[in-house]
């Protein structure tokens, strides 16, 4: 056995091989990226001898090993990934998916000034809110609007600015907990608020509101239970009836919407959410949702209801904490202009184009992805009917009828195949049913069918000899 000390003598120094990388043409990385990378594998290499290994290597391999590390590492972080899941809205893929008008305009915004905070037309400072107010209460039928950072941050603000201080009533069965970490009576209790629990877990009824209220009472508070569904014997208090509620006792009804739907998709077919519109005529005085739910949107807390209370949330010094960004209100604003035109908004709106897909289209895109695929002795592709998701945590009772690729490689297990999916430029993300990799073709553009055909075209076998 070579001995352990030989072998690390043997090991090249960092500044040795920082030279002969930087010599390579293909070395355009900064060079504190190749140093880093050069460290790395040859730490690497250490750790191997150290332990034991008679681990033999050579220039050319650490070579190449080095150059796969500097790629790695020298290009963003942040990445395209292509989503195989036929989850619309993945929020581990980053939600919504912008409209491709949106992603033009936040170029130009991005690389200039604009007026965020500044009214060309009397050349005096203006309000970076002003610039969505308007389409939010057209689109809404809202007396006034307000756009933070997130919808948790909404609901916080919300919270902090009306109520603190005071107790909220919020059914038993709306206590939920959204992904993060976000739960209904943590967000309470660091508001400031005393939260009130009412009725049960499956059924709450208007009395067990009535009977709570007294001076001490802030508002009535609805969460959409966005992420799950109650069935069975449940029953739970509706706006209008808060709202009657509410009005006997001069208090506010607040409604934590969640998902944020601006267009009625029960007319396609698809779930039974309200829209934004539908809420406010109900009489919830304020209603707070996300921009990159169903709304399509980017990363926004939206807020819309009554003035006296939105002008409490503007007056609000943690409004600076949530403020939304230039880039996001880009986004926003012009998303939020493409429902203007309703009859395209379904079409240009990735979100809820992929959601309202007719079944036949999606088996059409099936069909043309396993045409892409090359047949192998060793390679069974299959199209599959699968049921999506809205995702995002919504309409979780609703499944959507779609189409996805199943495939298997002989002598690769689904498990190495999935991996190697993710390793790929750019990473393609999909799921294991039953020994199997699936597809879904919902979540996939013509473009990114064609880049993952092109993964299993030229994929090759260890091994293999061809
Ligand atoms: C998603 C959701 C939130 C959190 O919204 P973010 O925009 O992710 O911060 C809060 N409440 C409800 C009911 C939700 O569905």
Redo the contacts with the bound molecule.
């Keep these: 056995m070579t001995d352990k000390n030989s072998l690390m003598r043997r090991l090249p120094a960092v500044d040795e091989m920082l030279r002969i990388i930087t010599a390579q043409e293909w070395a355009k990385a900064p060079e504190v990226i190749i140093k880093l990378a050069i460290q790395k594998e040859i730490d690497r290499i250490r750790q191997h001898i150290l332990s034991g290994d008679t681990y033999q290597f050579s220039q050319e391999d650490l070579i190449v090993r080095i150059k796969t590390e500097i790629e790695k590492q020298n290009k963003p972080h942040l990445q395209r990934v292509i989503n195989g899941t036929g989850v619309v809205l993945h929020t581990n893929l980053g939600r919504a998916k912008l409209p491709a008008a949106v992603s033009r305009h936040l170029l130009a915004i991005s690389s200039s000034y604009s007026n965020l905070e500044y009214n060309v037309e009397s050349g005096e400072r203006g309000s970076r809110y002003d610039h969505v107010e308007g389409l939010l209460t057209f689109l809404t039928g809202a007396e006034s609007a307000l756009v933070v950072n ?6 916080y603000l919300i919270l902090d600015s009306i109520v603190k201080g005071k107790e909220v009533l919020v059914s038993r069965g709306e206590l ?1 907990e ?1 992904g ?1 970490s ?1 739960r209904i009576p943590e967000i309470m209790k660091a508001s400031g608020c005393q939260l009130v629990e009412v009725g049960t877990t499956n059924k709450t009824h208007p009395a067990d509101y009535e009977e709570r209220v007294n001076e001490q009472t802030g508002a009535l508070l609805k ?5 799950y569904k109650m069935i069975g014997f449940t029953e739970d208090v509706s706006l209008a009836r808060l709202r009657a509620i509410a009005d006997g006792h001069d208090l506010p009804v607040i409604y ?4 944020g739907l601006l267009m009625d998709l029960k007319t396609s077919g698809i779930g039974e959410e309200p829209t934004v519109r539908q809420c406010l005529e109900q009489k919830a005085d304020l209603v707070c ?5 169903l709304l399509g949107g980017p ?3 939206i807020i819309v209801g009554k003035a006296s209370y939105i002008n409490r949330m503007k007056k609000n010094h943690l409004l600076r904490a949530f403020r939304i960004d230039k880039l996001t209100l880009a986004a926003l604003e012009l998303t939020l202009r493409e429902y203007l035109t309703p009859e395209t908004a379904l079409a240009q709106i990735p979100t809820l184009q992929m959601i309202t897909m007719p079944e036949e289209c999606l088996k059409a895109r099936g069909e043309r992805f396993l045409h892409r695929l090359e047949q192998h002795a060793d390679r069974n592709y299959e199209l599959v009917q699968t049921q999506g998701q809205v995702g ?3 309409m979780p009772g609703v499944c959507l009828p779609s189409y996805a690729i199943a495939a298997a490689i002989d002598g690769v297990s689904a498990v190495q195949l999935e991996r190697q999916l993710r390793a790929y430029e750019p990473p393609i993300i999909g799921r294991i049913v039953k020994d199997r990799i699936l597809l879904d073709v919902r979540t996939m553009e013509e473009d990114e069918l064609e880049m993952a055909a092109a993964f299993f075209n030229n994929y090759h076998v260890k091994g293999d000899t061809q």
């Design positions: 997130n919808n948790a941050a909404a609901v939920v959204i993060g976000f969460v959409h239970t966005s992420n934590d919407m969640g998902c949702f996300s921009g990159d739910k990363q926004a807390g995002g945590g919504t």
